[in-house]
């Protein structure tokens, strides 16, 4: 049986673009820049929405909880990827932001379209990870209908997990099921139907403030500066040096002396050189402060020069 797509502003001809096979390579890159532009104005429109999911995310993490995310094709993809660079990029252990996509990991690399019809995969999936209610399940589909999706968040919700939803269409079926719905609406693809492109957009977008949001608000940056990032290779190895250095004002002796003495710890290092203190102090007030490098340099009595 044939699904009734009538309605679905994804699936809607653009009519700004229905010559393009007949565009220049300047024109077509033209015509999809324009209409890229307006995954922006989608996004503005619902930043309340994602504050919301920044502040969910943010609880989550706080007590010990995940961000987990579901989605099928290209939304999946999206997930994993977030879910992928928050690691290196926060320090945060690979199974605190988890990307679930219909049809596994094989899915990634080799499209499995036929999965996203599945009622049951995505319930497996969460139960096998053990989601539970200090986590919070966020369900992305750019038609807002997915059943993969649509069954994964009903589950979560029956749990007792907190859920929300990611759509390109308003009043979705994704956003019915979940505790908050984020019902973006950037019109018609280029290319009609492939919501890959500005679709997938503003689902990166969306991606890009709830995990960077949740993660400063459990102290993973001090000022606009990555402090927590993993140091895994020579180039990164230079930037927490900058790093310690951009947010005391010492100099690269200085920097590279407090890295060595905790152990590598950007955070520490920072605490250490504006609090003057040892290593294990440094240690002590991060601790207290609950990972904060603001809240830890004003109880180490750098005060007033931290605000």
Known sequence: MLINLKGLATEERNPRTKDLDMMSPLQ????????DGRTVQAVRAVLPQVAQAIKMATEALACGGRIIYLGAGTSGRLGVLDAS???PTFGVPADKVVGLIAGGYPALINAAEGAEDSTTEAREQLEQIGACPSDVVIGIAASGRTPYVVYGLRHAHM???PTVAIADVADSKIGKEADLAI???PGPEV???????????????VLNMISTGAMVGVGKAYQNLMVDMVQSN???????????????????DAAQGALEATGGKAKAAIVMILCRCGAQEAQRLLKQAQGHVRKAIKLGGYGKDAD
């Not at 077509?28 to 209409?35: G, S, T």
């Not at 020579?234 to 690269?252: H, Q």
């Open 28 to 35: 077509l890159a033209k015509v999809m820049n324009d209409e």
């Open 183 to 185: 019902e973006m609406l």
């Open 159 to 161: 749990q007792g997990i």
């Open 85 to 87: 660079e928050c690691p």
């Open 191 to 205: 290319l009609t139907g492939s919501t890959r492109l500005k679709a997938g957009t503003t689902q990166k977008l």
């Open 234 to 252: 020579e180039k990164l190895r230079s930037r927490v040096a900058s790093i310690v250095m951009e947010a005391t004002g010492c100099d690269v």
